[in-house]
């Protein structure tokens, strides 16, 4: 059972990203904000939950979170600045579109540049560990997985609207055949991986 808060004298937000992996498309990151009391019996990484109970737990999450945010940082910023540091601002992007200032977030993984005055603790695997965490998995996958479905419309030979940009042997394969689209990233020597 995740567990819905890490220290409960201020408010905490769980940040977490989606995307990192992929071959096209930006980084997604989210930041979230839940009341103590806070459950859904399908929250869990984004991962570990299926498509149409994602969508499901995005709009629990969306009309019963304090506060929210979703923020991307494009892949021609990724190319420039690299995947990591597009992450963290991603996750920066989002926290400072928070309504309530958190007092403590709470990062997915080992790593983060520090946001300015909040404090931070990394949990890895925390998104199968704190319910704020999780909502914040939830939120960047659902976010992401919609705005590749719509990049999808305009280049549907590299069946976005199934792997999202990540590097399947379809997504390989239309990239031999057909070479690169302005959302890829090249930073991932995606033309060297065809194989």
């Not at 071959?23 to 103590?36: E, S």
């Not at 990049?151 to 609207?161: K, M, R």
Request: aromatic share 10%.
């Amino acid at each position: 059972m995740l567990i819905n808060t890490y220290q409960t004298t201020v408010p905490e937000a769980g940040c977490d990203e989606a995307g990192r992996g992929c071959y096209a498309g930006p980084v997604f990151a989210a930041a979230v904000i839940l009341p103590v009391d806070f459950y859904h019996p399908l929250l869990n990484d984004s991962k570990q939950v299926k498509e149409k109970d994602r969508d499901q737990l995005r709009a629990y999450i969306e009309a019963n979170a304090m506060c929210y945010a979703v923020a991307m940082v494009s892949n021609e910023e990724i190319d420039r600045i690299n995947i990591l540091k597009a992450s963290f601002k991603a996750m920066h992007l989002a926290i400072a579109q928070l309504t309530i200032t958190p007092g403590l977030l709470l990062i997915d993984g080992n790593r983060f540049t520090p946001y300015p005055f909040i404090q931070h603790t990394c949990i890895v695997q925390g998104d199968g560990k704190y319910a704020n965490i999780a909502a914040a998995s939830i939120l960047a996958k659902t976010y992401r997985d919609a705005y590749m479905k719509t990049l999808h419309e305009s280049y549907p030979l590299y069946g976005w609207e199934k792997n999202k940009g990540y590097g399947t042997q379809v997504h390989r394969d239309a990239i031999a055949a057909h070479g690169s689209t302005p959302y890829h990233r090249m930073s991932f020597n995606i033309l060297g991986k065809r194989e």
